[in-house]
């Protein structure tokens, strides 16, 4: 509930609160909804709340069962995104990308070299591993609200790259049917500076 609570408080730009239930609710084991947390705020050009140790993420990721499920493994490369890893992304697409699963394969793979690329500050490559997936990403797993993140991040790539049209068509659905959605207007603002690499380098309401 908290966590949904986190989502909420960004929707509608309360970014301090959405930083405050991150760090006070949610455990340093809850790796996956921290995440989603902290890289929908940097997406948006916010500070993250408290981050994950990324060695506690490399070890999650070699345990027995680290790669067990698509949606468990696509959190760990959030977490990683948030840190900016991008070694540790390219890695992890790597191994998705020579599974024998076709989910992590064909979905999951592009997914994290794409977030690799971004956290490398190169926002068209991601673009392009990203808008080739289309309604391949229903494959993740989790629910829509929890899929959006990665046309947020589609979203995000296509702003940094100059194509804020293209951008705005791939949100227009949420910024149309949503009375708050402030969230949706940092993502399609152009930054200074433009890069997400740049944030990323720093030292650390109402219907969604």
Known sequence: MNWHAA???????????????????????????RAATNWR???????????????????????????????????????LAVESATD????LARRAAVDARPDYRDVLAPVVQALAEVTAGRPRVAVKLLTGLGEKTERIGGARVEREIIQ???????????????????????????RHHTYEDLLLAARTPASLAGLLSQEFCSDV
Do not use: K, W, Y
């Open 88 to 91: 540790d992304l390219h890695t």
């Open 152 to 178: 947020d991040t589609l979203a995000r790539a296509l702003v940094d790259a100059g194509e804020h049209v293209r951008a705005a068509s791939l949100l227009h659905h949420r910024t149309t049917t949503r």
């Open 7 to 33: 989502l909420q408080s960004i929707a509608c730009g309360d970014f301090p609160d959405a930083r405050r239930r991150a760090d006070a609710a949610l455990a340093r084991t809850d790796v996956g909804m």
């Open 41 to 79: 705020l940097l997406l948006a050009g916010q500070t993250p709340a408290g981050q994950s140790d990324p060695g506690q993420v490399r070890e999650l990721l070699a345990a027995p069962g680290g790669m067990a499920e698509v949606f468990h493994t696509f959190n760990l490369a959030l977490a």
